[in-house]
């Protein structure tokens, strides 16, 4: 399904009683099969468009709109968190039924849907392990099982693999594209890296500082399936380059400003 | 100028150590028994204030045997039993109830701030006198005992929850009762468990005070006639009971707890 952003504003109210503006105006659409990172300096306000995008949170003004065929009983959205979220007390094999339990999934269709996705994300062998048995890598595959099982509309991932070490999460980003490119899920993908953005997505929405709005949309035109080399291509780097320069000063900013 | 040294770096930490010393352990039980069997065989002080253990554990085995340990036992068991149940069940389902929905908090959380800190055993008249000397007046203040550690702990297990959890669990389209039943009740489930260890000791004090106060049977019954007697021994045979039934308790809490919370400490 296509994913319709349509001027979405957000604004809290702090602790002084300030009306702080998160986001301001967004408009942005997500076709179906489509990677879509957002993109900007810590405290964008990014998380928040996610969250709200999964109902999590309500917005402002503005709204939020699903359209295209919905299977019966598909969830809009599934979502993958950077700290995992995962629940302690059950093991992987659990976690990933979780949705489907929720979604009243018959248990044998589960009991198929789980080891499919498990076998997918390659969490064989794991599926009797509690959370804190398992590497953080291996936590985040469960993560991704999880939100895939449900087979929702629209993926979204906020930051998933920033709490992983720098070598984990590569292998783990080939990984997402490979399971990206079989299933073909939509995806909204938040991230503060720059590379990482291009790396994975058709298109990178790249947000201001608060309040948060669209800066640019810049669109990647590297080949698919993507592979390490092409971090060296023209392509890629001026794709980096343009959003560096887009957001430099805005990250400038938040840095001084002294608060995320 | 000195020559050049070569200083091997020791270990720093090594007083700061710990040993399980499992024979201390066993000497230190083993040897009050002793020291306390010396004490009376020597004649040091009479029998009528501190009888032998030798002959504490002759009555016990004597009282197995012609059957009023196990009479009084099963009273005690029994009033113990459903006074915890009862007294857990109620606050566990009230716990949840404060923890959960802010409304049940409003009404609640005054209510039990203020009858909390009255000591129960002040209530036993009360009881005794609403309820009438049997059974029910002795269960109900167990129960009462056992109800206020219980609520307290799970409503702070509650409102302790992870709401990253909370979060994650709506996300995956959990409602009301499954956020309870999947999220809520297994976060609490330590704070529930220590709240089971602080009420298995406050329905044991309450038992005895109860059963010291119009019974015919029970533990507490057993030391308070025993006492009056001057049967200094049979005395004896009631704490002994009391202390296994307290190690008894939180030794099998403790079992419990390991099977319930299978992903903590491994």
Known sequence: MRVIVDRLSKSYRDRSGQNLVALNGIGLTVEPEEFVAILGPSGCGKSTLLNIIAGLLPASSGEVAFEGERRPGQ???????????????????????????????????????????????????????????????????????????????????????????AQTRTIMMDELLGIWERTRTGIVYVTHNIQEAVYMADRVVVLSRRPGRVLDVVPVELKRPRVDSQLGEPDFLQAVDRIWGLIKSQAKAALLEGRP | MSPPQRIAVPDRTRFLERHEHRLL?????????VLWEIVTRAGWVRPLFLPAPSAV???????????????????SVRRLLWGFGAGATAGVSVGVAIGFFSRAEAVGQPLIAATFPIPKIALLSLLILWLGIGEASKVTVIALGVFFPMAINTYAGVRQADPLLIRAAVAFGAKRWSVIRKVILPSALPMIFAGLKLGAGTALLLLVAAEMIGAESGIGFLVLQSGNLNETTRLMVGLVVLSALGVLSSWSLNRLERLAIPWQNT
């Open chain 2, 57 to 75: 554990l002759e009555e016990l085995v004597d009282m197995a045997r012609s059957g009023p340990l196990w009479t009084h036992l099963w009273a």
């Open chain 1, 75 to 165: 969830p809009l959205t599934a979502t993958v968190f950077q700290e995992f979220a995962l629940f302690p007390w059950r093991t992987a094999e659990a976690n990933v039924a979780f949705g489907l339990e929720e979604l009243d999934i018959p248990a044998a269709e589960r009991r198929a849907r789980v080891h499919r996705f498990i076998a997918m994300t390659g969490l064989e062998g794991f599926e009797g392990k509690y959370p804190h048995q398992l590497s953080g890598g291996m936590r985040q595959r469960v993560g991704i099982a999880r939100a895939l099982c449900v087979e929702p509309a629209v993926l979204l991932m906020d930051e998933p693999f920033s709490a992983l070490d």
């Open chain 2, 25 to 33: 352990r066993v000497a230190a039980l083993v040897g009050l028994v």
